[in-house]
């Protein structure tokens, strides 16, 4: 029953990862199409948050009990993650605002040893490095940054608020008073939506884009369905599965083949939108998902096991 279990929710984590993977390649041909970066994140966040109310409604006491989770996971977690990532995605191709993203788990290993000055493995530590020697290869730094430099700004961005929702994540997971990860994605989505509401201004979009067609690498596709998968499939379905993955899982497992989300990425925006890679670019995306393997599954060694018969001795023999 429990290999069951793992297996169901492999397959789950597989399904976030795929859905997850193909936001990009959705949304860039509405960008294309003259919606505003912020008000895709906005229409994403908000179709969302209404599908997904519901669940809020269900878990309405998180509100008393965990309000400053809340507040940190919908306005980093959910609306800077996405914000940054669709304004990187804009400027440079899906496929490396990704990989910048997934620098996330390296810089989380960087708050870990720095700010909250705890022992990291030397196994984690190596693998933040391949990370940076990855990112470098992305970007090509020996040709002078050939890319966007404020997309690849905005991508390194994205991983750092990447990194502060595992912060956030993990706080709200220590202690007895556990919220349910459910309520807690329903109300980071609404939370979310507030906060582009103010920042992305959606009353001045041109609505119009959504009434008309977007073209995908020369495929014209009515924009509604565009917007329908990111929404239902790449944030409504991602999350969800993603979460239940990781409680048949275990959070390190589920993190690892979360990792492929940017291989699918990028093999999707290659195969759709047409956007291709140098060697060294493919070089250094598989440098950065090695790193972020090894940080994420790397954790310190936890402490031996101390007989209970071994200490009450000892506590008698004092």
Known sequence: MQASGRHAGLGLALVSAFAFGGSGVAAKPLIEAGLDPLHTVWLRVAGAALVL??????????????????????????AGVQAFYFASLSRIPVGVALLLEYLGPALLLGWI????????????????????????????????????????LLGLAAACCQAFYFVF??????????P????????????????????????????????????????????GILLGWVVLVATVLAYLTGVVSV???????????????????????WILLGEYLSTWQIAGGAL??????????????????????VLDRETTTA
């Open 113 to 152: 040893r720095f700010v909250q000055r705890k022992p990291v493995t030397r196994a984690a530590a190596v693998g933040a490095a391949v990370a940076v020697v990855g990112l470098a290869c992305v970007v090509e730094i020996w040709a002078g940054l050939s890319l966007d430099p404020l997309g690849v």
């Open 247 to 269: 409680r048949r899982l275990s959070p390190q497992v589920a993190g690892v083949v979360a990792c492929l989300e940017a291989v699918i990425a990028t093999v999707l925006a």
């Open 169 to 178: 994540a993990d706080q709200g997971a220590d202690g007895d008073d556990v």
């Open 180 to 223: 349910d990860p459910l309520g807690v994605i329903a109300y980071g989505m609404l939370i979310g939506t507030l906060v582009m509401t103010v920042i992305s201004r959606p009353w001045e979009m041109d609505w119009g884009v959504l009434a008309a067609e977007a073209s995908l690498n020369g495929t014209m596709l009515p924009a």
């Open 53 to 78: 109310s519901p669940l809020a409604w269900r878990h309405r006491d998180l509100l008393r009990r965990k309000p400053a989770l809340l507040a940190g996971f919908g306005l980093i977690g959910v």
């Open 288 to 309: 950065v998902l090695g790193g972020a393997f090894i940080a994420q599954s790397s954790r310190p060694t936890p402490p031996a096991a101390v007989d209970p018969a």
